[in-house]
């Protein structure tokens, strides 16, 4: 092939040597782009970094109560079963002490008074306050998500599997004794199921405070 400006060879022209060298010959129709495969591009794991620096979604970090939670130790168990203790002697106090200072004829009239008392006693009191006597003794509370009271709802759904597994006549506690302790966040059952958590009191307040 001869050069149309030079009249020489194009293997020997110059006044083509800066496209030879940086792209196809001269008067060469342009590469094609590759066809896509029959696969789809792999995605990236959860993390990994994909073409050009944009980030490829993860999974939502912990909360500030999920990170006091999973940061407490066995203190925090011995710190529960102290709370449960006190909850259970002061509901177990209530129906003689309202027969001693009512009269015992008085007490039977208002008995289902007593009895929706106690009923009432850890859904009400979790769920508007997060606090019982017990755990306000014990410096702790019951919190949502989002560090405050978790509402009543919450804390019904965590006082049903209360006679399971925090019952002083079957098994002792030791079931929520023992998944408070194993689980990643210090949850009992009740705990998981409603979407709860068991903070200090002043780690409560701090994650309650510092929501947006």
Known sequence: MICAECGLP????????????????FGSPPAEAPAAGPWPAPELPAGWYAPGGAAAPAGAPPSLVQQYAAGYDEKMVLRRLLATVVDYAALIALLPAAEAVLG???YQELLPLWIGLQLLYFPLLEGLRGVTLGKWLAGTRVVGPRGTPP???RACVRTLLRPVEVNPCLFGGAPAGLFAFLSRHHQRIGDSLAGTYVLLTKDAGDAAARQP
């Not at 194009?10 to 010959?25: F, H, L, N, Q, W």
């Open 10 to 25: 194009v293997a020997r022209c110059e006044c083509r040597a800066d496209a030879r060298e940086t792209g196809p010959p």
């Open 104 to 106: 015992n004829a008085r």
């Open 151 to 153: 509402g009543v709802l």
